[in-house]
């Protein structure tokens, strides 16, 4: 069930990013036009665009992926406190005293408390490191286009 879900907002996030790819290209031809590029702009122009858009593309597939991720922690996570809630109210149950009884559930409490706190942590572990894959992403197409406009003025002032 939770492969289904993955998969289909997989799917849905591949169509919407497609559509998006069409909708920019639409957007720069439009673009290219208003402000009368022509010839080498244009190409070059279109080029950094998909460029820009195939970094958006694997950032996004990065999240996608991570989110997945995620999703299966949350699972495991719920299935580790079930069991531990099952056993908990064992352990209650078979309390014979009043004083056994609260010792029991103190030490459930603390035993709970120091599982939220690990699975915080394991969230926010794998949710640092999924937005610092994507971030990586965009940062290396970043750097290549200011390398490019670098480039480029460069060659502009030699020639």
């Not at 720069?28 to 244009?42: I, K, N, W």
């Not at 122009?45 to 970094?55: H, K």
Request: hydrophobic share 40%.
């Amino acid at each position: 069930m939770a492969r289904r879900g993955g998969e289909a907002t997989r799917s849905n996030l591949e169509l919407g990013l497609n559509s998006t790819v069409q909708t920019f290209k639409q957007v720069t031809d439009q673009f290219t036009q208003v402000l009368g590029f022509a010839g080498p702009q244009t190409d070059e122009l279109a080029r950094r665009s998909a460029q820009n858009i195939e970094a958006v593309s694997q950032a996004s597939t990065v999240l996608t992926k991570g989110a997945q991720e995620i999703s299966r922690e949350w699972f495991e996570v719920m299935q580790d406190r079930l069991a531990k809630n099952i056993d908990a109210m064992n352990r209650l149950a078979s309390c014979r005293s009043l004083q056994h009884f609260l010792a029991v559930q103190s030490e459930i409490t603390r035993e709970r408390l120091g599982d939220a706190v690990n699975s915080g942590r394991r969230f926010a572990e794998v949710s640092l490191r999924i937005a610092d894959e994507a971030a990586k992403v965009i940062e290396a197409q970043a750097s290549r286009n200011i390398t490019e406009f670098e480039d480029a003025a460069r060659a502009r002032r030699v020639g």
